[in-house]
């Protein structure tokens, strides 16, 4: 069959599901597909280049359980791909089907479950910025946002993140402690509901939504602390730097993030440019308000001047935070003024991550635009990672880019490719791939994005002989 | 005048200051001023010989602010030494005046001033165990515990003290934003009253009350989570260490404390036997309950095996806590089976920890026990300090083994001194001097504990030209 026969096949089986689901809320407007098929894949030249035309045929947007077990269920007895949404706010287009279906749009199944002594449960299509609105008054928020948590939900972030702010105190999302458990859906005409606790439940994350339909989770929480936020200034890159990794090592100084950007990425922030002085090099930080001596005495012996100083009440009344200027956001910021730029994303080792830093700024700076977010690692070591925004020429020389990078040892996440495993260094994971054998056995969610499904068998195989 | 006459002077100035201000209380009774003007020096044998027969000529027990006006001020117009008590729990005769005089015990000067927003301001009498009670309603607690946190006092902690348990996450007490301001009174015949904040306050830190009377210290609190308390054991010495710094590390895991016990000196544990399988190492590992599968999975990797679990509750219940056997609390378990111990402090290398370690385990094991204690230095890094116990034998060999740790790179801390700057390498801190000469020109505060304020011409004079 090709792919014209298979696509049509496709749709007449999603009207015979429209048909047998009338209550559900499809959406079947080609635009509106559209628009709900697409992630911010744009950020990269590569994705754009093979997605833009990508769309499914339509959506669902089931309102509770049983909706969803609804859809799955005839989706599996159709036989019908099936790409889970959240917010849509992924950069590698995981929520971009390769070859149509279904959308499962996760955003209307959204409730803040409970919020007892620092942990949190909620279903997966939650926003995080309502999680935190709704969490805050207990004392308790989330301790990982990405820059779009405004839009991002809490199974997109499970299912297609890293972490992000927050990630400076609690590692990535994927750290021991951090997801609790989660509350996942089998792929089956009979869809059935398990639920995974500690190092099972991360064998979804991260996987693009390609081996199960995450419902709920529970999560470790942050105490909810009054945050200041901060832009501080210098003229000199390694001052900058120094302090920047002085922050955010500092034991006693609660932060949530430290962002450095080198000269000319400041210029790009066009809403902060009061705060900005031209070719400055900028940290954005966020800490503790009550902190904010301490902070300041860190700055001072580094010769740093803050030009900008929200509270959270003024952060609140204004909306504006600097968490939509760090992490990617610093990348969108960039591209709104320039659409030539991409960036890439990268891990510098600790212990050697400032000598790495300097080092390819020296080598490549001009076209390599130095962004980096200071992190702690899994296993709690303090470092940076970088979101380099790079002057985009060719896919050659973005190759060339990153492969410096490699050669000077540090860690390349590509985000020029929509393969689970390109992102991380191609390692296939059996473990994952056993999970989507249980949890999706014909191969329905998101096909195409996991590569360790297509050896399958030599996996089953190695399973069944250890 | 011979030290005979001097005493007799003090005793008459003290019989005045009595008669001028009758509503103080006052203790003259010699046993329980003697009782009063020790600590815990005798677990150094060396301090022992030197402060068993020292003590102070009163005591004054002043209830509030005004009444330790009216004290410090009849003390500067009479030029008694004045040296300043909080529960007595310091280890390095802190409280022990070397030549009489009155020793201002501010254990009734003791109230929480207000808790709000993570940040708690206290009278510098307060326990610690009191201060904790009082703020967990409000979902706070201090963020650095010594394990004498019963009787230990907030200034008693500031002055006297380093962290402990709770150090592991916030570094020591000293590191910028976990202190955030004092109030002080100055030692003159009109006293007056100061409020320092930031590196400021810090200069009041560990002097042992020779450059200023604390009154208030506000201070960063923790979230007050609800605590798990775990012991594990494990038949290896590698494997315990290791597991206890994965343990340490885990950025996603709350944590309070990390402890490990090499053989034999669990065995000293007697009330913990039943739990301390003979022979063990154990780690003593306290968690946020929310947290305990993350803790689990860590320990299963390294094969220990969970012999002791108390939640909060069961803690509240029986009062018993293991923060009670960790830090020097270990210590006295240990020198309660067995008077001929003693022990050093020492600080292991970041990421060389776990080697230096080992090999002074392999060189001196046997005759110095390993025991340590996981934390985050003031700069942020992770490493261990060490509480080594050991078999005393002289003087001699006991320096011995601190120049062997020393030659191996491992700092020491010599609890076997008494004077501020020999329990940290001899240096001379010119601005700690700076401030004793604002607060207490007279030098009247636990004279001759201070070894700068010797050369303070020296100090005033390098001042003045710089």
């Known amino acids: 069959m090709n792919a014209a026969d298979s696509r049509l096949l496709t749709l007449r089986k999603l009207e015979l599901i429209r048909a047998e689901l009338p209550s559900i809320d499809w959406i079947v407007d080609d635009a509106r597909v559209k628009r709900l098929s697409q992630d911010y894949f744009w950020f990269s030249p590569v994705l754009k280049r093979l997605f833009d035309d990508k769309q499914a045929d ?29 917010g849509g706010t992924g950069n590698y287009a995981q929520s971009t089907p390769l070859n149509g279906g279904l959308i499962l749009d996760l955003s209307r199944f959204n409730k803040l479950l409970w919020v007892r002594n620092g942990v949190g449960r ?23 946002l990405p820059s779009t948590f405004r839009m991002a939900t809490l199974g997109g972030l ?39 606790s500690g190092p099972e439940a991360l064998l979804l994350h991260h996987g693009y939504g390609t081996n ?110 600097l968490v939509e200027y760090a992490w990617n956001h610093t990348t969108m910021h960039a591209l709104k003024v320039d659409r030539g730029l991409t960036y890439i994303q990268c891990s510098f080792q600790p212990g050697r991550n400032l000598e790495q830093v300097r080092q390819l700024e ?7 635009l130095m962004h980096v977010e200071f992190l702690r690692l899994r296993d709690g070591t303090l470092t940076c990672n970088g979101l380099p925004i790079i002057r985009y020429t060719t896919d050659e020389r973005l190759n060339e880019i990153m492969q410096i990078y490699r050669d000077h040892g540090v860690g390349i996440a590509n985000p020029h490719v929509y393969v689970v495993e390109d992102g991380k260094q191609g390692q296939i994971n059996p473990a994952v791939v056993m999970k989507k054998l249980a949890f999706d056995p014909h191969g329905l969610l998101n096909p195409g994005k996991l590569r360790g499904w297509e050896i399958r068998d030599q996996i089953i195989a190695a399973q069944a002989q250890a």
Request: aromatic share 6%; hydrophobic share 45%; net charge negative.
């Open 212 to 321: 199960g339909i995450v419902l709920e989770l529970e999560v470790a929480l942050a105490p909810a602390h009054p945050w200041l936020e901060n832009i501080v200034v210098f003229e000199d890159f390694d001052r900058a730097l120094d302090c920047a990794q002085a922050l955010a090592q500092a034991p006693g100084i609660i932060k949530k993030s430290v962002t450095f950007l080198a000269a000319p990425i400041p210029g790009y922030m066009e809403a902060l440019k009061d705060f900005l002085p031209e070719g400055c090099h900028a940290l954005m930080v966020i800490v503790a308000e009550f902190n904010e001596a301490a902070m300041k005495q860190i700055v001072g012996e580094f010769g740093g001047r803050i030009t900008y100083r929200q509270d959270t009440e003024q952060v609140q009344a204004t909306r504006r935070t």
């Open 362 to 368: 020296k080598l490549l700076g001009g076209e390599v």
């Open 158 to 196: 499970f299912g297609g993140g890293f972490g992000g702010v927050g990630s400076i105190t609690y590692g990535p999302l994927g750290a021991p402690g951090n997801v609790l458990a989660i509350k996942a859906m089998t792929v089956e005409a009979e869809p059935r509901i398990v639920e995974l």
């Open 122 to 144: 909620a279903q997966a299509g939650i926003r995080l910025s309502d999680f935190d609105q709704q969490s805050r008054p207990d004392g308790w928020e989330l301790r990982c």
């Open 58 to 86: 339509a959506v669902a947007r089931p309102r509770d359980e049983d909706e969803i077990r609804q859809v799955v269920g005839a989706c599996a007895r159709h036989g019908v791909p099936l790409t889970v949404r959240g």
